[in-house]
């Protein structure tokens, strides 16, 4: 009997050696994968507390917080830079182009202009400097956002409205488990109008609308987004488009943070679309 007894203590002691070497194992992969998480500035990082003793499940679950609190943070100062940016922006070149198109108008009402050969160059550089005066104007948008006035938005009421705008393209809004988000319900509008411009720009036939947690899901078929420029769509001024001008997605982005909230471009779409934006409210 006492042979046995020593077996199983024995058998017991390897069997809790390796269960702890596994432990450990599992505790170092589980560090690592958020060391090249944050490595590659990847801030959606999120890991189970499966198999955690109390106090190893509350780190795990501090982490999980932290990373999405540094991306709250990345994104609100990647917002706060454009906003400078753009503020400097506009007012050099608003203070160039200004007097050219005043000069520029008031040499086409002279007589001595009129119909000679100075006219058409004249008015081609009126008409330049007009164009580029009127496209800085709207981008003024992104340091001048209107305050958040935050309610309660009622879903279903808000996407039906939506609907309407947009009829000729196909919607398939899922049931709402939580019809209701805080947020501004006209910066909102113009945030969901915004991608659905995009979508139908990018020959969309349909758009899905799928309620995920604190989470809006916006998905549409159009052609999808190039990897190549992936990184670059929430870039003032960036657009793959001949007329674009790169302000719809950066507003957009603007717009949730200035609520607390995110806009994302999910790395997999879901099935059966070719693009979906997370819109993370708070």
Known sequence: MKIILIILIALLLALAVMLFVRHQHNLRQRAWLMREAIRNHDWTFRLNTKGLTSGERAMQETLNELGEAIRQQVSQGEVESWERLMRVLT???????????????????????????LEAGIQSIHST???????????RRLSQLQKPELQDVNLTVFFKEIERLFSKIEWDILPFCDATVHADPVL??????????????????????????????????????????????FVPFFTTKHDGTGIGLSLSRQILVCQGGRLELMEHPQTGYTTTFCLIMR
């Open 91 to 117: 007012h050099e070149i608003m203070n160039s182009t200004a007097p050219i198109a005043s000069i520029s108008q008031s040499l086409l009402r002279r007589d001595d202009v009129k119909g000679t050969a």
């Open 129 to 139: 400097a007009s164009r580029l005066t009127t496209f800085v104007e709207s981008y």
């Open 188 to 233: 909102l509008q113009q945030v969901v109008m915004n991608l659905a411009k995009n979508a139908v720009e990018a020959g969309a036939r349909k758009i899905q609308v799928k309620r995920e947690n604190a989470s809006l899901l916006i998905s549409n078929d159009g052609a999808p987004i190039p990897p190549e420029v992936r990184e670059s769509i």
